[in-house]
């Protein structure tokens, strides 16, 4: 069983920065890419960033792309998801996940193993 822990969630104001990290447990994910979606009240679950097995490569939704940058430490069995120019309607619980099937890595379908989530909020 794969177990996925997210964390540096928060508070912060209009153009702050938070860095998010999913630390993984139980297995090795260094196979696999990874992604970070969110999830707002009453809303559908929305892809936000993917990364590539080893890191080579980075998919962002357009909504994000040059604020935010996904990376990983496979070394450490970790993904982080570092947050700039945040915005209000960034204000979402965010989620780390694997996906195993190595495809569509903005369809949330793709992905077996999910953290619990981590609140972000960006006030005004």
């Known amino acids: 069983q794969v177990q996925l822990v997210e964390s540096g969630g928060g508070l912060v104001q209009a153009g702050g920065s938070l860095r998010l990290s999913c630390a993984a447990s139980?297995?090795?994910?260094?196979?696999?890419?990874m992604g970070w979606f969110r999830q707002a009240p009453g809303k559908e679950r929305e892809f936000v960033a993917a990364v590539t097995w080893n890191g080579g490569g980075t998919y962002y939704t357009d909504s994000v792309k040059g604020r935010f940058t996904i990376s990983r430490d496979n070394a450490k069995n970790t993904v982080y998801l570092q947050m700039n120019s945040l915005k209000p309607e960034d204000t979402d619980v965010y989620s780390c996940?694997?996906?195993?099937?190595?495809?569509?890595?903005?369809?949330?379908?793709?992905?077996?193993?999910w953290g619990q989530g981590n609140q972000v909020t960006v006030s005004s």
């Open positions: 139980g297995r090795t994910l260094s196979s696999y890419p």
């Open positions: 996940a694997v996906n195993r099937y190595n495809r569509a890595y903005y369809s949330s379908a793709m992905y077996d193993y």
